[in-house]
């Protein structure tokens, strides 16, 4: 009789457990106060993903003598690998972990090229940029809704590229905070 008590224990056990790992795809916009964007988020193990995104930033040039400093919205592609590390602390203490709520490491890598630029100055130019930045930050829901917010924060370099030379000597630290409201149009997950 204890046999199948206990094994009855254990298969209640799996039929309730619940599945605290990320989304398999996210599909996102999300707004700031330096830009807007479009990103993917998708599953590569239960706790990574790589994020992937498009957008326009903010960007302040500040120059020498020979350019006018100048800010402007410039074309930005991101990829990030992230690590959701309390999920399952998230998901276990009842907590909503809906589109990947939760608190995060990555090593964001984002690409600023020299399509164009939107600014009120004539003849403005950014040259190629790459940084690459090991942030922490923080996904939230608002509510029970596709509503949600974005912070984190980061240190890293900001290398500045040209085309006569792959890498030029002027590149940067390159502090990055974000702040960001946005909307999920498109998740792997019931609610």
């Known amino acids: 009789m204890k046999k199948i008590y206990v094994l009855f224990l254990l298969s209640a056990h799996t039929i309730f457990a619940q599945d605290f790992s990320v989304e398999k795809s996210t599909f996102s916009f999300q707004t700031g106060l330096v830009g807007f964007w479009l990103n993917n ?3 590569l193990s239960d706790k990574f993903t790589l994020r992937t995104e498009i957008g326009l930033d903010v960007f302040t040039q500040k120059d020498n003598d020979k350019n006018p400093d100048f800010d402007a919205l410039v074309p930005v592609i991101t990829f990030e690998p992230r690590w959701y590390y309390n999920l399952e602390k998230r ?11 939760a608190n995060f490491v990555t090593l964001m890598v984002s690409y600023r090229p020299d399509w164009f630029v939107i600014t009120g100055v004539e003849n403005a130019y950014l040259n190629h940029q790459v940084a690459v ?16 917010y974005e912070l984190g924060a980061g240190l890293g370099y900001n290398f500045m590229l040209n085309k006569k030379h792959s890498f030029d000597d002027s590149g940067e630290v ?18």
């Open 91 to 101: 998901g276990t203490d009842g907590k909503n972990i809906h589109n990947n709520a």
């Open 174 to 191: 390159w502090l990055d905070l974000h702040a960001r409201i946005g909307y999920t149009f498109k998740s792997s997950r019931k609610k």
């Open 41 to 43: 988020e998708s599953r």
């Open 133 to 148: 930045v090991p942030k922490w930050g923080i996904k939230r829901n608002i509510g029970k809704s596709d509503f949600n």
